[in-house]
């Protein structure tokens, strides 16, 4: 019983650690889940995982490089991972535009990662800008860039654009470029 | 001819930065003929200069060739497609159809920015707890110095100052070893008092200058590193708060 209690006590922490975001980036590192829940914290992850999988949500984890990791790799990968709560099942456009995206904002931002991904993950702004400046007005091109920017999607050094953290956490990269240069697709 | 052979190593270097720099395509650099360069100019150095830009020439073309590999590798895997290809694509699809790509494979993040009144509790009582600031102090009187006796009767200082900071920046080097690793997980030993005492002795060493501190502006993540030469010059104050016992 006071087993159950324990594990249901870890759960909540859990959950708070996980959806209350501690940082300027959500999402919690392997090792402050293990020094906040203790050795046991992944059971309890496990757990939580499956409690909010009926609301369609999922416990996501990302690796050092950025790739996402599975609940059974060594302890050192999970350590330095970070865990986060992520829709499990994809948005339709329309719920997109009522959390304040345009369908512009959102194939813009495919552009930038696409045209990224494809230049193994650093590109010339300015190539960048030229590529956008196809389908949207100037004015335009400079506050998505921007905005993406400061959403943590992409990051910019010295005139050169790479992948952010945001991208990492919330997009699925092999399938995004499938889907990018794949067949037209059926609208969600 | 050596200004001009100085010019040609400096060359090298150049395109091979750039490269580096842009994520322009590796294989554009001809490596067989760079390096053949290097080697018949080697015999005309004889300064410390030249040979340091030949030995930079050098490195700089052995990343490339690092590029190279890691390219051969990317092309191999799911995610390679050809950039000129790619950008067709995206340029034959409309806005609609590419947001729909996107959201295929998009999950957002789900997360919480709201007070509660448990942080309102925990704001109060610190609140509570800080001691009002000297009069003397606002008012721009001296500062106190604390003296080595009080520091020991609150406990920061517990025996030889010296020996302890030895011991945290011979652990920081075998640990850091140059690279930059977290401050969180570096100060983490034992209780909340012994987290503390760490912060402190390891504040110390990075105002000395014998470790280097780094602060993500995204994530907010400080990294730490030993560093061999004694780094000089002004710095700038970084508060960190430690969490309570109630964190533990």
Same mark, same amino acid.
């Given at each position: 019983m006071s087993r159950r209690i324990d594990m249901e006590t870890k759960m909540r922490r859990a959950a708070q650690l996980l959806f209350y975001k501690h940082h300027r980036e959500p999402g919690v590192k392997g090792w402050e889940l293990?020094?906040?829940?203790?050795?046991?914290?992944?059971? /309890?992850?496990? /757990?939580?995982?499956?409690?909010?999988?009926?609301? !369609?949500?999922?416990?996501?984890?990302? !690796?050092?490089?950025? &790739?996402?990791?599975?609940?059974?790799?060594?302890?050192?990968?999970?350590?330095? /991972?970070?865990f986060y709560v992520v829709l499990r099942e994809p948005l339709r456009l329309y719920d997109v535009s009522t959390a304040g995206w345009s369908i512009d904002d959102v194939a813009g931002l495919t552009i930038v990662l696409a045209?990224?991904?494809?230049?193994? !993950?650093?590109?010339?702004? @300015?190539?960048?800008?030229?590529?956008? @400046?196809?389908?949207?007005?100037?004015?335009?091109?400079?506050?998505?860039? &921007?905005?993406? @920017?400061?959403?943590?999607?992409?990051?910019? &050094?010295?005139?050169?654009?790479?992948?952010?953290?945001?991208?990492? /956490?919330e997009v699925d990269i092999e399938k995004f470029l499938h889907y990018v240069v794949g067949a037209p697709t059926e609208e969600l | 001819m050596r200004k001009r052979s100085e010019e040609e190593l400096q060359r090298i270097i150049a395109l091979c930065e750039e490269?580096?720099?842009?994520?322009?395509?590796?294989?554009?650099?001809?490596?067989?003929?760079?390096?053949?360069?290097?080697?018949?100019?080697?015999?005309l150095w004889r300064r410390f200069r030249e040979l340091r830009l030949d030995a930079e020439a050098l490195y700089r073309i052995t990343r490339v060739i690092k590029r190279q590999e890691e390219l051969v590798k990317f092309r191999s895997t799911n995610l390679y497609f050809d950039? %000129?290809?790619? %950008?067709?694509?995206?340029? #034959?699809?409309?806005?609609?159809?590419?947001?729909?790509?996107?959201?295929? #494979?998009?999950?957002?993040?789900?997360?919480?920015?709201?007070?509660? +009144?448990?942080?309102?509790?925990?704001?109060?009582?610190?609140?509570?707890?800080?001691?009002?600031? #000297?009069?003397?102090?606002?008012?721009?009187?001296?500062?106190? %110095?604390?003296?080595?006796?009080? +520091?020991?009767?609150?406990?920061?200082?517990?025996?030889?100052?010296?020996?302890?900071?030895?011991?945290?920046?011979? %652990?920081?080097?075998?640990?850091?070893?140059?690279?930059?690793?977290?401050y969180w997980r570096f100060i983490d030993r034992g209780g909340f008092e012994e987290r503390v005492r760490r912060a402190f002795y390891l504040s110390h060493l990075i105002s000395m200058g014998y470790a280097d501190m780094k602060i993500d502006p995204i994530t907010e993540e400080i990294k730490i590193r030993y560093v061999s030469e004694r780094l000089r010059g002004m710095g700038r104050s970084i508060p960190i708060v430690i969490g309570g016992e109630e964190d533990e």
């Amino acid at each position: 019983m006071s087993r159950r209690i324990d594990m249901e006590t870890k759960m909540r922490r859990a959950a708070q650690l996980l959806f209350y975001k501690h940082h300027r980036e959500p999402g919690v590192k392997g090792w402050e889940l293990r020094r906040s829940l203790g050795r046991g914290y992944l059971k /309890a992850v496990k /757990a939580l995982d499956t409690y909010i999988q009926p609301i !369609g949500l999922r416990v996501r984890i990302i !690796g050092k490089e950025g &790739e996402e990791i599975g609940w059974d790799v060594d302890e050192d990968s999970l350590s330095s /991972a970070r865990f986060y709560v992520v829709l499990r099942e994809p948005l339709r456009l329309y719920d997109v535009s009522t959390a304040g995206w345009s369908i512009d904002d959102v194939a813009g931002l495919t552009i930038v990662l696409a045209t990224i991904i494809s230049r193994r !993950g650093k590109v010339d702004r @300015k190539k960048v800008e030229e590529l956008l @400046k196809e389908k949207f007005p100037e004015w335009k091109v400079e506050t998505y860039i &921007e905005r993406y @920017k400061r959403r943590g999607y992409i990051e910019e &050094e010295n005139g050169v654009l790479t992948l952010g953290w945001r991208t990492y /956490a919330e997009v699925d990269i092999e399938k995004f470029l499938h889907y990018v240069v794949g067949a037209p697709t059926e609208e969600l | 001819m050596r200004k001009r052979s100085e010019e040609e190593l400096q060359r090298i270097i150049a395109l091979c930065e750039e490269i580096e720099k842009k994520g322009a395509d590796p294989f554009a650099v001809n490596v067989a003929h760079e390096l053949e360069k290097l080697r018949k100019l080697l015999p005309l150095w004889r300064r410390f200069r030249e040979l340091r830009l030949d030995a930079e020439a050098l490195y700089r073309i052995t990343r490339v060739i690092k590029r190279q590999e890691e390219l051969v590798k990317f092309r191999s895997t799911n995610l390679y497609f050809d950039p %000129e290809f790619m %950008e067709f694509r995206l340029l #034959s699809k409309s806005p609609r159809e590419l947001a729909d790509a996107y959201l295929r #494979s998009w999950r957002p993040l789900i997360s919480c920015q709201q007070v509660n +009144l448990e942080m309102l509790r925990q704001g109060y009582m610190y609140w509570n707890s800080l001691r009002r600031i #000297s009069r003397d102090f606002t008012a721009g009187g001296k500062m106190e %110095e604390m003296s080595l006796d009080k +520091l020991k009767e609150l406990r920061i200082l517990g025996g030889d100052l010296e020996k302890r900071l030895n011991e945290l920046l011979e %652990e920081l080097r075998d640990k850091s070893r140059g690279e930059w690793i977290e401050y969180w997980r570096f100060i983490d030993r034992g209780g909340f008092e012994e987290r503390v005492r760490r912060a402190f002795y390891l504040s110390h060493l990075i105002s000395m200058g014998y470790a280097d501190m780094k602060i993500d502006p995204i994530t907010e993540e400080i990294k730490i590193r030993y560093v061999s030469e004694r780094l000089r010059g002004m710095g700038r104050s970084i508060p960190i708060v430690i969490g309570g016992e109630e964190d533990e």
